[in-house]
């Protein structure tokens, strides 16, 4: 018999609307009721978990780096949102083994003076590999400490030369259909878009991220690049980018076309403004013992003195 989950939380509090829904409607297609939940988990399935990445050597970078325990390896890489995969959250770690990270390559286009394709070892020699270590806050009001390894976006952008015009940077995300499960359901208009303001991409801190815990991405956590924007949600760091475009005017991003009134651009994160299902004044460190009380969460995610200037006289109530 296919095992049965157990949730420890009931789905309706931590699941965003629309996947909460769409299960739902798909369960009672299937007729089959909480037995399908352990569906993605039913051995003998084609989507095999991702070996092993090899060493990537970094410098650490002392400026950015926490005193706080890095969340272990194994929950960095085995608890995930990585919808393409599915969206349980070992879905990424068990079913992202058939994905392609090479041949890779980005495109960088629309408002910059040197449009240009980078093979994806042109970009692992770009700059200095940097290890930093970073707190990841996701909307679903779960947090993990992580050691990264890139470095700033910026080096990217300061090769294309964004124009005067370019306001915002939009990242389009791999959709590999014989790869990737999740890209049968529709919950998400594919591929995966996020976009920043240039400000906030130009920001040292926005990181385009090649590794974690000394080696190269592992499939889950977006390989073979993804972005890591620290004071903001996880779901605008999109993983496994392979198209940025620098544009004018703001582009509509996949969760902001899904449920605008919960998923806002700007998702900085902020414990005074709450989701409209729930709070956001505390969160859940992944790793940590039943017993251990929440975390408070911090504006901006800790980053408060690094970024806060570049909200100055936003309402961040509106612009959530
Ligand atoms: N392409 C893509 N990128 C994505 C997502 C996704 O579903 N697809 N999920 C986001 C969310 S909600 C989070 S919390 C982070 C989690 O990934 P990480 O633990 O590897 O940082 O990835 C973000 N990037
Ligand atoms: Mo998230």
Redesign the pocket.
Known sequence: MARIQIPRIAPSEITPEPVWQARRVWLRQMGMGAVALGAASVPGMPWAAAAEKPALPATPNPQYWLSEKPTSEKD?TG??????FGTGKTDPRDRSGRFQTRPWTVTVEGEVAKPRTFDIDDLLKLAPMEERIYR?R???AWS?V?PWIGYSLSALLDQVQPTSKAKFIEFT??AQPDTMPGLRSRI?DW??V?ALRLDEAMHPLTMLVFGVYGKMLPN???APL?V?IPWK????????IVRIRLLETMPETSWVKIAPNEYGFYANVNPDVDHPRWSQATERRIGASFLAPRVETMMFNGYAEQVASLYQGMDLNRYY
């Open positions: 960095v608890y995930n949102n990585f919808y393409e990841l996701c909307v679903e993990m992580i995300t791999a998400i591929p995966y996020e889950q956590n977006g993804r890591a949600y996880g779901f605008k760091s999109g993983k496994s």
